[in-house]
């Protein structure tokens, strides 16, 4: 049968949204100034956006680039996020029996929002997998292909990039995008790791999106060519 879909709404705490509030308006000068979306100023800016939705952005260095004529800031994100609470949440929905052994895979485009969650199911001592572009081909393949299908871990993490890839993990029928891809087949990919031949179950595909936010609307702008703030931000 088709997957189900669902959609899980989540606030922005204070500092995520004064964070937002400052990009989304740098982006709305760039966008009076005629800047392009397709512009790296704009891109950067836009993922900016998409990370510091999923958790608290701590800025840990901000500086001018000549070169590159932008305000530059780093940041790494930290606890709390609502996204991570909902992840946690879905997974205490979930049965883990002897008789049913209901199975979470997450995806992100983000390395920072894995590492997080997967401190949390290491200090809640919940079983999970995380595959790694680190790894080498055959300790991925060893993950995905031997231990996830003994059924003994209950959450695969993986990014978009490697979860994209021809790896099957069908054993599971629910599946959590903490975020998506700018590439709609990316997507799809993913999605395809537990919807696909083999599948016994009926996949149920949960998106999780910060209320009033880009998550949801990034992903339809790849061909825009002109004037593009309304399309991002809605509008209001």
Not at 30 to 44: A, C, K, M, R, Y
Not at 212 to 220: I, M
Not at 225 to 236: M, Y
Request: charged share 30%.
């Amino acid at each position: 049968p088709e997957p189900v879909i669902s959609t899980i709404t989540v606030d922005l705490n204070p500092t995520q949204q004064k964070m937002y509030n400052e990009i989304r308006d740098y982006l709305y000068t760039l966008d009076q100034n005629g800047t392009p979306i397709i512009s790296p100023n704009v891109l950067s800016q836009l993922n900016r956006l998409r990370q510091i939705s999923v958790a608290t952005p701590e800025k840990i260095d901000e500086y001018y680039d000549e070169t590159r004529e932008m305000r530059v800031q780093k940041i790494r994100l930290v606890e709390p996020s609502s996204k991570l609470d909902a992840v946690m949440d879905l997974l205490d929905e979930l049965e883990w029996d002897e008789e049913n052994r209901q199975q979470l895979v997450v995806f992100s485009c983000f390395k920072a929002p894995l590492d997080m969650l997967e401190y949390r199911l290491y200090n809640k001592k919940i079983p999970y997998l995380h595959l790694k572009a680190t790894m080498s081909e055959k300790e991925r393949y060893r993950i995905w292909h031997d231990e996830w299908w003994k059924k003994e871990h209950r959450v695969f993490l993986s990014s978009l990039q490697l979860g994209a890839e021809s790896i099957n993990l069908s054993c599971a029928e629910r599946c959590v995008f903490l975020d998506r891809s700018w590439s709609p087949k990316d997507n799809m990919q993913a999605i395809g790791r537990i919807y696909r031949p083999g599948q016994t179950g009926q996949a149920e595909i949960t998106y999780i999106e910060p209320k009033n936010t880009v998550d949801s609307r990034v992903l339809q702008l790849n061909n825009i060519k002109g004037s593009w703030f309304k399309d991002v931000f809605g509008e209001d």
